[in-house]
């Protein structure tokens, strides 16, 4: 599974777009780029996944370029409830598990 | 929707004492994966099952063991428990091959060792 880096700790205030980007420089042609949120003491709680270009959904978009070494995670207008762990994967679709790096730990102050 | 339940929620045990972890997942899911995740740590998997059997183990150690049923329930086993077995334990379900590959996680189980 390719390895992950992003970045420990993003602080935003209420109302911004907030962009946080994933480094997977070792990712796989059948990897696929996954991200998950987790408030605490819950579970994590899928956001979205994507191969490549741009994804976007209720809740996020994200943003792959063509060479797939990194991602952009991209949260619009967050608020007090977005406060949370982001945490981007890498790896095949059907995979058995999931490999959980360092999340990034993203702070909405009001 | 239903959601994948756990239980309990909370367990206290002692230092040597044995624990088990329900896991219910969610309807027609037929895959289950459990991980541990120490105070301000992230989430690690353990181990996997997918219609009955294992199928993927991870950092588990030798005192646990985990089985799936025929309902596609899961229990993980825990013996001779120690004070670093102390974590939050979260299952998840997902049907395999399934649109996105998504794992669905459950409230998770909050085991403290005395």
């Known amino acids: 599974l390719a390895k992950t880096t992003q970045p420990i700790s993003m602080d935003s205030y209420e109302g911004q777009e907030v962009n946080i980007t994933c480094s997977h420089n070792n990712i796989a042609t059948n990897d696929y780029i996954t991200w998950y949120q987790q408030f605490p003491s819950q579970g994590p709680r899928f956001i979205i996944q994507?191969?490549?270009t741009k994804v976007t959904n209720e809740v996020a978009s994200l943003f792959i370029p063509a060479d797939r070494k990194s991602s952009t995670l991209s949260l619009p207008r967050v608020s007090l409830s977005d406060t949370a762990v982001y945490y981007c994967l890498v790896g095949p679709r059907g995979a058995n598990n999931l490999f959980f790096g360092t999340g990034t730990r993203l702070t909405v102050i009001p | 929707a239903a959601g994948v339940i756990q239980s309990p929620r909370h367990l206290i045990k002692e230092k040597r004492e044995t624990a088990t972890l329900k896991c219910y997942p969610i309807?027609?899911?037929?895959?289950v994966y459990w991980y541990q995740q120490g105070p301000g740590q992230d989430p690690q998997f353990l181990i996997s099952f997918y219609e009955k059997m294992q199928s993927d183990k991870g950092s588990i150690p030798d005192r646990f063991s985990a089985q799936q049923f025929s309902d596609y329930h899961s229990e993980l086993n825990m013996s001779s428990l120690e004070l670093g077995d102390s974590a939050l334990y979260f299952c998840a379900s997902t049907i395999m091959g399934g649109v996105a590959d998504t794992q669905y996680f459950g409230p998770g189980t909050r085991l403290t060792v005395l």
């Open positions: 994507g191969y490549k």
């Open positions: 309807p027609r899911h037929d895959t």
